[in-house]
């Protein structure tokens, strides 16, 4: 499968311990984002990639959020010191440059207990 | 950012065809109109895209309104594997803007 690919699937943690997820885009892809979405809504939009340059980050990721994409290939997102409201599913996707859709992972499911 | 309205929910029954539509009034001529797909436990799927011409491919048509104000998807013969969330989106043409608004979509209920 040379899709996107995230990893765990699934993530239990408790109230202020700290978590990683990682992200392999389509390998050709400079392009690379995360996403977040709850549970009936749409995803939205947290941080973008170019290559390894972070080039956009939403008002939604807090300062407890940081991602990271060295060497311009996999990509890592951490939260720290974790809420209850951070329950979510974290998608990732990739792109080739300009208007190529978006191609995304099936997510990594975090419950904050 | 322009935003788009769809239906909260649309049924079909199987092998009939289905007509998505979507609101974008206030779209800029430089916004592409893109549509995915979220099937039950997995991410979003690329469906098609248009800027002004109609557009076909292998799963679906796109019906852009000669004004573009609106759009419709048309899933041709609707198969229960088609059951999802279907999301129009536009998207900024020269920036191929990364920000997505997905909004709510439609969920497409296809009755065996």
């Known amino acids: 499968d040379t899709g996107v690919s995230q990893d765990p699937r699934h993530k239990i943690t408790k109230r202020g311990q700290n978590v990683t997820f990682r992200c392999d885009p389509i390998?050709?892809?400079?392009?690379l984002y995360w996403y977040r979405q709850t549970l009936g809504q749409g995803p939205e939009f947290l941080t973008y990639?170019?290559?390894?340059?972070?080039?956009?980050k939403s008002r939604l990721l807090s300062d407890r959020f940081s991602a990271e994409r060295p060497k311009g290939s996999f990509s890592t997102l951490e939260i720290q010191r974790t809420e209850q409201g951070d329950s979510a599913m974290y998608l990732c996707?990739?792109?080739?440059?300009?208007?190529?859709?978006?191609?995304f992972g099936n997510g990594t499911r975090l419950t904050v207990t | 950012d322009a935003k788009t309205t769809q239906p909260n929910s649309m049924e079909s029954n199987e092998e009939e065809p289905v007509h998505l539509p979507c609101n974008h009034s206030t779209i800029s001529g430089t916004d592409y109109i893109h549509w995915y797909r979220q099937l039950p436990s997995q991410g979003p799927e690329y469906v098609i895209h248009?800027?002004?011409s109609n557009v076909n491919n292998r799963m679906a048509s796109l019906a852009i309104a000669e004004d573009r104000k609106s759009s419709t998807l048309i899933l041709h013969r609707a198969t229960l594997r088609d059951a999802a969330v279907y999301y129009c989106?536009?998207?900024?043409?020269?920036?191929?803007?990364?920000?997505?608004?997905f909004g709510t979509g439609t969920r497409l209920t296809v009755i065996p």
């Open positions: 248009g800027l002004t």
């Open positions: 989106i536009l998207r900024a043409y020269q920036t191929g803007a990364n920000n997505l608004f």
């Open positions: 990639f170019q290559n390894e340059a972070q080039l956009e």
């Open positions: 996707a990739s792109s080739l440059g300009g208007d190529s859709p978006l191609h």
């Open positions: 390998s050709e892809h400079n392009r």
